[in-house]
């Protein structure tokens, strides 16, 4: 099947050097895909070359099949929401709105109705004659999210859209932006460096690094079998070990489990585990060290653990958290865990 946007091998490096290296990426028709890494790793020049703010250097950017590249980005099919906004102040909502249609020759009535339904579907039905200046932040990002959509892009490009609100807004507005986009079946590329945000909204996620691609899978993927320990350690929670793989097996402390990377050289590996995957035990044989401290975050509580040289995170349900206290000996077992070649220490710190 064609897919809606084929980004193929670009480049753009900049004066500095820096910039992103042989990026390409098909996404289909309808789909979500963010594009996530750390302040640096290229996910803007990424979205501004789809849009027509960038050029890159070689590589090629097609749309439904046919390359956009030579496109201003008024021409392109695609449409973008910025995190400021870019409301005109002087220009009621409708207004703001209504500009776009007008460059495209819209009778008045058909513009009152898109307009009309494209402030309705982000709940802002009573906000037309309003100016800017009169809105909440999480309201303007609103109107600025109606005025993309009612473009009725192709590509849908978000940058940061959400990162000027606060935490409760930003969760709500994820919500809503996920039902307008399965309601309207529109293709969307998001940016962000939540990884939470990421994680919850996101058909497929890009995970960049250093201008390059390190991982694209689905969500469940990416937390479940990071392919490489900077995946690892940017998305969600992970104790960090030492291990030793016989091949077979990995020993860590006083732990042998099967590996589940049979690949992996033998000898020394890096062993991570989830906080939600190591669980508090009586018996002596797992990794042995002394409760450091409990919080209790709501409905189960983050135990740190004192192993060897290493403080390791424990997430145990609230109830379970009361019976402990610091100082208590405690041995810490697990059975999911995903291992990386010794290596891979020194490549996640670059
Ligand atoms: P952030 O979340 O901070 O916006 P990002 O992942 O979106 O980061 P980019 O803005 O794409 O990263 O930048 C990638 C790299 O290219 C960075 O090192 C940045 O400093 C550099 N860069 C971006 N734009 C330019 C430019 N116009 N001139 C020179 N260097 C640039």
């Known amino acids: ?208 690094h250093g201008g390059q691609i390190e991982q694209l899978s689905t969500p469940q993927d990416i937390y479940d079998t990071p392919q490489s320990l900077f995946v690892a350690n940017f998305i969600g929670r992970i104790n960090v070990l030492k291990g030793v793989s016989d091949g077979q097996h990995i020993t860590v402390g006083g732990l042998r489990l099967p590996n589940p990377k049979l690949e992996l050289p033998i000898g020394h590996c890096i062993v991570a585990v989830r906080p939600e995957d190591m669980y508090l035990s009586e018996q002596e044989e797992g990794l042995t060290g002394h409760i450091r401290q409990v919080m209790v975050l709501g409905h189960y509580a983050e135990v740190s653990v004192n192993y060897e040289e290493e403080v390791l995170k424990v997430f145990v349900p609230r109830q379970q958290a009361a019976t402990l206290h610091p100082g208590q000996p405690i041995s810490l077992m697990f059975s999911k865990m995903n291992v990386f070649p010794e290596i891979s220490v020194s490549e996640a710190d670059k």
């Open 1 to 208: 099947m064609q897919s809606q946007l084929s980004i193929r091998n670009i480049s753009k490096i900049f004066k500095t050097g820096d910039g992103v290296k042989n990026i390409s990426l098909e996404i289909a028709k309808g789909e979500m895909v963010t594009l996530l890494g750390p302040s640096g790793c290229g996910k803007t020049t990424v979205l501004r070359s789809i849009g027509g703010f960038l050029e890159p250097d070689s590589g090629d950017i097609l749309i439904r099949g046919n390359s956009i590249l030579q496109l201003p980005p008024e021409k392109r099919p695609t449409a973008m929401v910025f995190q400021s906004y870019n409301l005109w102040p002087h220009m009621t909502v409708y207004e703001n709105l209504a500009f776009g249609l007008k460059i495209r020759k819209y009778t008045k009535a058909d513009m009152e109705r898109e307009v009309k339904a494209a402030l309705e579907m982000v709940q802002l039905g009573s906000a037309a004659s309003k100016h800017p200046t009169q809105l909440s932040g999480g309201q303007q990002q609103r109107v600025a999210l109606a005025r993309a959509l009612l473009l009725k892009p192709d590509v849908l490009l978000l940058d940061e859209p959400f990162s000027a609100l606060d935490a409760k807004l930003r969760m709500e507005m994820r919500e809503e932006l996920r039902d307008i986009q399965m309601a309207t079946d529109m293709t969307m590329v998001f940016v962000t460096h939540d990884q939470e945000e990421a994680l919850s909204i996101s058909d497929r996620i890009v995970v960049m």
